[in-house]
């Protein structure tokens, strides 16, 4: 048993590091549209197109292994519709709790005053903007990982695995070994 929650602990680990890329990718995204004038929903849609793609790519070949007879497009489409949940739509949710609700520019305020000081001409709101995405990741990430790992990479409904050892017990049971 220890040594599959060590397998998990070091999956995890490896999802954090692949999650942190597609991170990156995103945010770069995010911030490339914003940075050209575009609406924070508009980015968050692009870096959420590109983020997944990455994440597939990363991840079907560092932290997941597919269940057999699960195809490496029915994985991508899954992680599309996770991430259309926690990635986009949550994210987009968060964001906009965040700057619209919570009003995060007020807490950047002296953070923003600091950079305009440094001679970097930028609103609050738009230094909120930039931060939103960072403080959603943290909340989002568990999420992401589990829906990754007992939904996207698996086989819907029993695995042969499962079968088999259901079928096991039973025979165990009745005392019908074969």
């Not at 949550?90 to 005053?113: A, C, K, Q």
Request: aromatic letters at 12%.
């Amino acid at each position: 048993m220890k040594k599959k929650s060590n397998n998990a602990v070091i999956q995890y680990l490896k999802f954090i590091v692949v999650g942190s890329i597609n991170a990156i990718v995103n945010y770069v995204a995010y911030a490339a549209v914003v940075f050209v004038g575009g609406h924070y929903v508009l980015a968050t849609l692009v870096g959420f197109v590109l983020s997944v793609l990455s994440s597939y790519l990363i991840n079907s070949s560092l932290v997941f292994e597919r269940d057999e007879g699960v195809k490496g497009w029915q994985v991508l489409l899954r992680l599309y519709v996770v991430y259309a949940f926690s990635g986009l739509f949550l994210t987009t949710l968060l964001t906009w709790l965040f700057l619209d609700v919570l009003n995060l520019e007020e807490g950047v305020r002296s953070l923003g005053e600091a950079i305009r000081q440094s001679g970097v001409d930028m609103t609050d709101r738009k230094l909120a903007e930039y931060i939103a995405p960072c403080i959603v990741a943290v909340i989002v990430t568990p999420l992401n990982f589990v829906t990754n790992k007992f939904f996207a990479y698996k086989k819907l409904g029993k695995s042969s695995k499962e079968k088999a050892k259901k079928e096991e017990v039973q025979n165990a049971s009745t005392g019908h070994d074969q």
